[in-house]
């Protein structure tokens, strides 16, 4: 199946863990994205990368690391994690340009207790 | 004050009848808006795509309108169907964004269909 898919789907953790969130697509687009949809159900962008390289990098903590290995995959690493950091986290990806259409992943429910 | 702002926050419609999203965007200069379906538990999904200089796009049983001057869009749902059960987001493109793909999204509206 060609899509964006994310690892792993739901994630349950305590205060000050680290965890990190997978997402690869092979759609072949370039550029790839980090969102946060919280409980009001907005999505906001966090991290944008195109062929490896951050163009989007909003006001996020820095406990917040994306990684991009490769223009396929882009991780979400998240440190000493926090009770207002549960939210559904999703990854998309798309090709570079404002009117491209973004496709999402299924999204990673992250319940921090 | 967001802005992209949807209204109704949420509505529920008879199967079969038709219903009329609104969206109402501050975002200036614009490079296109977009309508995004989400199904509880998935991701969104994109609907149409209009660049400022279009007027009206349609999906299937989806038709989205756009209204630049009044800067307001619309997504009409003919014939609704139980699976149009779902949130549906208005998203614009900002101009200034340029070429990093950067959107901004409403709050979603979400419809009920009851058979």
């Known amino acids: 199946d060609t899509a964006v898919s994310q690892t792993p789907k739901y994630l349950v953790t305590q205060m000050g863990n680290d965890k990190s969130i997978k997402c690869e697509q092979n759609?072949?687009?370039?550029?790839m994205y980090w969102y946060k949809q919280d409980s009001k159900k907005f999505l906001k962008i966090m991290f944008s990368?195109?062929?490896?390289?951050?163009?989007i990098n909003e006001t996020v903590p820095n406990r917040f690391s994306p990684k991009s290995p490769d223009k396929a995959h882009l991780n979400l690493h998240i440190n000493s994690l926090e009770l207002g950091d549960s939210a559904v986290y999703f990854c998309a990806s798309s090709f570079p340009g404002r009117n491209y259409e973004q496709y999402f992943g299924p999204g990673t429910r992250l319940t921090v207790t | 004050k967001n802005q992209v702002e949807q209204s109704p926050q949420s509505l529920i419609i008879l199967e079969g009848k038709n219903c009329t999203l609104q969206c109402n965007y501050t975002v200036s200069p614009f490079s296109n808006l977009r309508w995004y379906k989400q199904d509880t538990g998935r991701g969104p999904v994109s609907l149409t795509i209009?660049?400022?200089?279009?007027n009206t796009k349609s999906n299937g049983r989806y038709t989205a309108t756009l209204d630049a001057d009044t800067k307001q869009s619309s997504l009409h749902i003919t014939a609704s169907q139980l699976s149009d059960s779902a949130s549906y987001i208005c998203?614009?493109?900002?101009?200034?964004?340029?070429?990093?793909?950067?959107?901004?999204f409403g709050q979603g509206t979400t419809l009920q269909v009851k058979p």
């Open positions: 209009m660049t400022f200089s279009e």
């Open positions: 990368y195109n062929n490896k390289e951050l163009i």
């Open positions: 998203v614009v493109s900002p101009l200034v964004s340029s070429n990093t793909g950067k959107l901004i």
């Open positions: 759609l072949g687009h370039d550029t």
